[in-house]
């Protein structure tokens, strides 16, 4: 169970998205953990993801500037070297391995 990052409605994981500031188009944001966040389906999917709530509590979380800070950064090119990538692979693989393990799944 977890809180919707702009509603605050407790949901099942299984009912949620990654909810995404930036778009995941924008290379250069996609992984960045502060621009993803649990994030209803309907504040996700049916209310175009909540942008300005989203960047309200990004701030609030991350303190002032934050979601300008990811905007700027959004719109510079990303080039991934084969390095980074296998890098960003592994680290997300053990979090889910430890997500995994400590919620029983």
Request: aromatic share 12%; hydrophobic share 30%.
């Amino acid at each position: 169970m977890g809180e919707c990052f702009t509603c605050g409605s407790m949901r099942h994981y299984t009912e949620v998205d990654a909810g995404h500031f930036m778009s995941r188009a924008c290379m250069k944001t996609r992984w960045d953990e502060k621009n993803v966040q649990f994030q209803c389906k309907r504040c996700n999917g049916f209310r175009s993801g909540e942008q300005y709530k989203f960047s309200i509590r990004l701030d609030e979380l991350y303190g002032e500037g934050t979601a300008e800070a990811l905007l700027i950064a959004s719109k510079m090119t990303a080039r991934w070297s084969r390095e980074e990538l296998d890098s960003m692979y592994h680290h997300y693989k053990r979090k889910v391995d430890e997500l995994k393990s400590t919620k029983g799944l």
